[in-house]
């Protein structure tokens, strides 16, 4: 099925059409941010905030897409994880190997979006190592290349299961009732 | 404009401290430390034409975009409640020095505090408070304070909550004074 034909369908469903806003605004944010961004020489700025306010449009239509099914679920599941994998690309572009670098807070704040609501356990995960790390061997937790990847993908396995694994395990649970 | 009452005896009061009108130095060193210039007893940068100190210091919150993103507003990205993508500040100044401090981390977004190097820049700062010595004063000291462990978000404090959270504690202590 090809995803204009699943589009069409989705269309025809209950909250088919808040899914397709949902998704339409995700995509004229990522590409209207940063052109408005560009014509304000912050283009860099405005595509980072982007990423912010699509990964939440986003979430908000994994959760629409359980209730529309039609395969709106995987074409919302390509969606996050696409966004995830530049979201990394992005930090990783921009890092600037030094150790206070601002690119880390930039991935903080993304991967805690785009991970919502289980990135605020994963937060207070990393707060705790890092705190322990940096009182015991503080040159284990500097951040490079290494550090950013681990928080992306702590963030992002986190995320994965508690949109795709967790959610619908429940849902279905809650259907057999 | 200069106030007249204490030309007689060759002072001039600038609000907070006094300075000699034969040699056109504070008498007292200048409340704002080494943040108006290595010379602290200096008025307005040794440039009177150009500047003037007619208020005495007021208290400024202040914000930037981020080094990584850039930009050339108050935050990376639009100038919008909700976006997180800045560095927030507090500074005392007035039109001639300015004494800044804030919350900056020693590594990544989970990692022991440490002051943040910020300049005063009268297009990213809002006024919060007018001249009150007994502010400026707990500000000062919060400046020169130790800082506490950083976090993003969850356990410790950013940037952001920092500048909040000591202003308004600054603000409490001296309400109680009153």
């Known amino acids: 099925m090809t995803i204009m034909t699943s589009i069409t369908q989705i269309r025809q469903r209950g909250l088919g059409k808040a899914l397709i806003v949902a998704w339409g605004l995700a995509l004229l944010i990522l590409i209207g941010l940063p052109l408005l961004g560009y014509l304000q020489q912050d283009f860099l700025g405005h595509l980072a905030f982007g990423f912010l306010i699509s990964s939440a449009l986003l979430n908000l239509s994994i959760i629409i897409s359980y209730k529309v099914e039609c395969g709106s679920t995987q074409i919302a599941k390509g969606g996050w994880v696409g966004l995830g994998v530049v979201i990394l690309g992005f930090t990783l572009y921009l890092f600037d190997g030094q150790p206070n670098s601002d690119i880390a807070v930039f991935l903080g704040w993304a991967m805690l979006v785009h991970s919502f609501p289980s990135s605020l356990i994963v937060s207070a995960l990393i707060a705790g190592i890092s705190y322990f790390l940096n009182a015991l061997a503080p040159e284990i937790i500097r951040v490079g290349y290494i550090y950013l990847c681990t928080v992306w993908m702590v963030s992002f396995v986190a995320g994965y299961f508690q949109w795709f694994k967790v959610i619908p395990f429940f849902i279905t649970k809650l259907r057999r009732k | ?178």
């Open chain 2, 1 to 178: 404009m200069l106030p007249l009452n204490y030309i007689s005896i060759g002072l001039f009061v600038f609000m907070l401290c006094f300075t000699n009108s034969a040699s056109a130095r504070y008498v007292e060193s200048d409340p704002v430390g080494l943040e108006g210039g290595p010379n602290i007893y200096i008025y307005v940068s040794d440039n009177p034409l150009n500047f003037t100190d007619p208020l005495g210091l007021k208290t400024y919150k202040c914000t930037k975009p981020l080094h990584a993103l850039g930009g050339t507003g108050r935050r990376s990205g639009p100038d919008v409640p909700g976006n997180p993508l800045y560095h927030e500040y507090l500074c005392i100044s007035n039109s001639g020095a300015a004494a800044c401090g804030g919350q900056d981390r020693s590594d990544g977004p989970w990692s022991p505090g440490k002051p943040s190097l910020d300049v005063f820049n009268t297009t990213r700062c809002d006024e919060v408070a007018p001249d009150n010595k007994c502010l400026e004063d707990c500000l000062l000291s919060a400046f020169a304070g130790p800082r506490p462990y950083y976090g993003l978000c969850g356990p410790g404090t950013n940037c952001q909550e920092w500048a909040d959270s000591t202003l308004k504690k600054c603000q409490k202590k001296c309400e109680c004074k009153k």
